[in-house]
């Protein structure tokens, strides 16, 4: 579901969906990110602190959290490079669950 989602996210620029259309795909980037982002926590709070790997991902997820946590703005473009972040952070995110469950 979570990939399905990201295509989705990724085919922005060849459709023009509706407003209720892109608010549904935020909504659901924003499910799969709080899914996905204790796991990355739990994971990172285990690292050194001080480390350069756990000072890379706190930054990161932090980074995710404050954009998860934002709304699409106020036109297409601002909701546009609202989904385009969060698919990124996503696909980051389902990247860092796949590198540990190997």
């Known amino acids: 579901m979570i990939r399905s989602t990201l295509v989705r996210a990724q085919d922005l620029r060849d459709t ?10 935020d909504g659901l ?9 204790p796991e990355a926590q739990a994971a990172t709070d285990k690292l050194w ?4 790997e756990w000072s890379r991902r706190t930054g990161r997820l932090s980074e995710i959290r404050f954009r998860s946590e934002q709304g ?14 969060l698919a990124r952070d996503c696909e980051w995110l389902l ?3 796949k590198e540990r469950h190997e």
């Not at 980037?29 to 982002?37: D, F, K, M, S």
């Not at 699409?72 to 972040?85: D, E, P």
């Open 95 to 97: 990247a860092d669950h």
């Open 29 to 37: 980037l924003r499910g799969h990110i709080a899914v996905l982002l």
């Open 49 to 52: 602190r001080g480390g350069m």
């Open 72 to 85: 699409l703005g106020a036109g297409r473009l601002s909701a546009l490079v609202q989904i385009n972040l």
């Open 16 to 25: 023009s969906l509706c407003t209720d259309e892109l608010a549904e795909l």
